[in-house]
């Protein structure tokens, strides 16, 4: 082309592309600041601002999803309830929105018992796995190599050798982008594995930033694991040589019909990975009343229309009479969610949050910083866990309503990650896991602390917190 054309038709291409990703981005994106941060890149950013939003901004997930035909749950008609007990009456509400949140019934009649760290899951999920008759199904975000991943990696493929159907959906992130060892482990012993949003080719992975988080054990559609539990060595605390650095945990053993829904969660994740869809009794029997609580799966993603784990729990925090207690190991929500916990502290409703002393990201320790005064301000009291560094994602309302499973209280979990949690209608679960996260409450945080930062550190926390969606 002659060199006098180029800078005009570089021009004309700019203006074309900039034009295009402006109208794209209006009719897609909910969010003002990410509106006009990414029509602001594509015009500042000649050309090379479009094609970072082609290449990161554009929400392949949901488009697939859609293709694949997975519900969306922005329309939902009323449906008949599950009778609460008189004591949990002000949770009818509360029940409403969480099926017009997610389009499930919030079952009764299910069991739920609490494992603590590694030393007590362990052994029940490969027991589990051990007297599985027809199926199997799990998903992970983390599968490391080490002496428990080896023996999770032999128990899955002893069931497949004796004939049970076994599935296994790995994060193609979290368990080695490059190089899955559990991955290879399972498939060079042909249990059906697959890595969720994953390619060989980094320029060929547009969803680098998505990551599977659930954890998600079934064993023949009937008893049931979830929580934040990982695979790996550091969730073990009682040995007699302790890990380099502990993890402390709480999962969870569930049985009774709300299995069928975390089989459901994990069928289509699994569909939408590998287009297999799992069908029939080995994999849906029927399933009997066990147990004294109502409870529903609650599933987010970015294939999904509206934020429901955040919604959920912004719903909860709405509904609490008396008290709102959360552990996570991480806390960076957006400011709706902050602003509701304030509230909820300001119109006398006792407001506890409990955050690891420091957890195994230093950068989102930093940023959370950022996040604690308007709290402190409305009579929210934060606390700091002392070590070792605990992973457990708990919420109670009320010490009757509790929300567990894999989402963490930070941005990537509530809008970037695909997540699990289950809310638990149930007195006493909700008391034993009240009291839970009561023991953990160590060092409180205070104004004066806050306020005592030098402004270096102000201002480093505050810029770190812009970063922690893409970390």
């Not at 409403?96 to 009649?109: D, K």
């Not at 380099?244 to 699994?270: C, K, N, S, Y």
């Not at 934020?307 to 729990?313: D, G, K, T």
């Amino acid at each position: 082309m002659n060199q006098e054309l180029l800078g005009p038709a570089t021009l004309v291409l700019h203006l074309v592309v900039a034009s295009a990703v402006t109208v794209h981005v209006l009719l897609t994106k909910r969010d003002v600041a990410a509106t006009v941060s990414w029509i602001g890149l594509a015009w500042l950013s000649p050309i090379i601002g479009s094609a970072l939003y082609w290449l990161i901004g554009i929400n392949r997930v949901k488009r697939r999803a859609y293709r694949l035909g997975r519900p969306s749950p922005t329309s939902r008609q009323a449906v008949e309830a599950a009778p609460l007990p008189a004591a949990l009456d002000h949770f009818a509400p509360l029940q409403v929105a969480g099926w017009r949140i997610t389009g499930r019934r919030a079952e009764p009649g299910n069991r739920l018992d609490v494992l603590v760290h590694g030393d007590e899951a362990y052994p029940c999920m490969l027991a589990a796995i051990a007297n599985a008759r027809h199926s199997i199904v799990m998903s992970t975000y983390l599968f490391r190599a080490g002496e428990v991943g080896t023996r999770f990696v032999a128990a899955l493929v002893e069931a497949q050798r004796r004939g049970v159907s076994v599935r296994v959906l790995i994060d193609g992130f979290g368990a080695g982008y490059f190089y899955s060892w559990s991955h290879r482990a399972l498939r060079a012993d042909g249990v059906p594995v697959a890595r969720f949003l994953h390619s060989e080719w980094p320029w060929r992975m547009p969803f680098l930033n998505m990551r599977l988080h659930s954890k998600i054990l079934v064993v023949d559609g009937r008893t049931g694991f979830t929580g934040g539990l990982n695979i790996g060595d550091e969730n073990r605390l009682r040995r007699r040589v302790r890990p380099t650095h502990p993890v402390r945990d709480t999962h969870f053993e569930i049985a009774g019909p709300v299995v069928a829904q975390l089989m459901e969660a994990f069928a289509a994740d699994w569909l939408f990975t590998t287009g297999e869809t799992l069908a029939g009794p080995a994999w849906f029997p029927t399933l009997p009343r066990d147990g004294e609580s109502i409870a529903r799966v609650i599933t987010s993603g970015p294939d999904q229309e509206i934020e429901s784990i955040e919604f959920a729990m912004l719903s909860a925090i709405a509904t609490a009479r008396r008290s709102i207690r959360i552990a996570t190991p991480y806390f960076l929500p957006d400011e709706r969610v902050v602003s509701a916990l304030a509230l909820a502290a300001l119109r006398g409703v006792a407001v506890d949050l409990v955050l690891p002393e420091r957890s195994n990201h230093r950068l989102l320790d930093w940023a959370a910083r950022a996040q604690m005064r308007p709290l402190l301000e409305a009579g929210c009291r934060v606390w700091h866990q002392p070590p070792p560094f605990d992973h457990s994602k708990l919420m109670t309302v009320d010490a009757a309503w509790s929300l567990i499973g894999s989402a963490n209280w930070d941005v990537r979990s509530l809008r970037l990650n695909f997540e699990l949690d289950l809310e638990v209608y149930c007195a006493r679960v909700g008391a034993r896991l009240d009291a839970a996260i009561a023991r953990k409450q160590g060092r409180a945080a205070t104004l004066k602390a806050l306020d005592a930062r030098s402004f270096p550190v102000v201002l480093r926390d505050a810029a770190v917190r812009l970063l922690l969606p893409y970390l």
